[in-house]
């Protein structure tokens, strides 16, 4: 019984100055540099004191830098230059939701089809003529009615005389003329040459157009206005050239 009793206190004795001896080494410089090296795997082998030295002189980081040197950036770091412009066909797709955009803008101003408005506009622009005025000859012309024909016998939305379209078509007809692109493409195109010749008059352009150019020339040469308020009612809020260059 006592020598059990005396056992155990030596034992006691001895975990008690290991416990001590450990608390001290782990204070010391060296302690330090060893707890930080590397042990062998399944071994309690240290690494070499070359090996202890190159992770001890390890440069700490700082946790704060400036800024400069935060957003500093070399220049292979940088971004790589996109191509400049879109795709062509991303381009032409947006073309065409541009221009369908306009077609029906102008659909719902002059409250008509889409059809006939897509006819009109690209009639027009074709031409070089702005559809905007394009829009409102065919308004003032024919109220949009593709087979309208007045009592002096104009022909379609534009309001063609037969011999003024034969000039640009020799061989059209009273009927081809009743067609919307043909009577369009011929209509705008004889006022996009009056607009020229009357080196960008709008106005007498319009009514050479309307009157003829034998009864606008007469006026002139009386030295009266041939001014009879249709040019007025095509222009009325109309801020634009008439053409497209």
Same mark, same amino acid.
């Given at each position: 019984m006592h020598r059990r009793h005396a056992k155990r206190r030596l034992t006691n004795v001895?975990?008690?100055?290991?416990?001590?001896f450990t608390l001290a080494a782990m204070v010391t410089p060296e302690a330090t540099t060893r707890a930080v090296a590397p042990t062998t795997s399944g071994m309690g082998i240290t690494a070499p004191k070359a090996a202890v030295s190159n992770v001890v002189s390890l440069p700490i980081q700082p946790l704060w830098r400036p800024a400069g040197e935060v957003l500093k950036r070399s220049k292979a770091a940088t971004a790589p230059t996109l191509p400049f412009g879109l795709d062509p066909k991303e381009r032409?797709?947006?073309?065409?939701? /541009?221009?369908?955009?306009?077609?029906?803008?102008?659909?719902?101003?002059?409250? *008509?089809?889409?059809?006939?408005?897509?006819?009109i506009y690209d009639a027009a622009t074709t031409a070089g003529i702005e559809p905007e005025l394009g829009f409102r000859l065919v308004r003032v012309e024919s109220v949009f009615d593709t087979r309208a024909v007045s009592s002096a016998g104009?022909?379609?939305?534009?309001?063609?005389?037969?011999?003024?379209?034969?000039e640009y078509q020799p061989n059209v007809t009273r009927e081809q003329l009743l067609d919307p692109d043909v009577n369009l493409r011929i209509g705008f195109k004889y006022l996009r040459g009056l607009i020229r010749d009357y080196k960008g008059d709008l106005k007498l352009a319009l009514l050479v157009y309307n009157r003829?150019?034998?009864?606008?020339?007469? /006026?002139?040469?009386?030295?009266?206005?041939?001014?009879?308020?249709?040019?007025? *009612?095509?222009?009325?809020g109309y801020r634009g050239r008439g053409i497209l260059d």
């Open positions: 001895f975990v008690a100055a290991a416990v001590v032409e797709r947006r073309e065409s939701l /541009s221009r369908w955009h306009r077609i029906y803008t102008y659909s719902a101003k002059y409250r *008509i089809k889409p059809e006939l408005a897509r006819r104009a022909l379609g939305l534009t309001q063609l005389m037969l011999g003024t379209a034969r003829g150019p034998v009864a606008v020339q007469k /006026s002139l040469s009386m030295g009266l206005s041939p001014a009879n308020g249709y040019e007025t *009612i095509v222009t009325k």
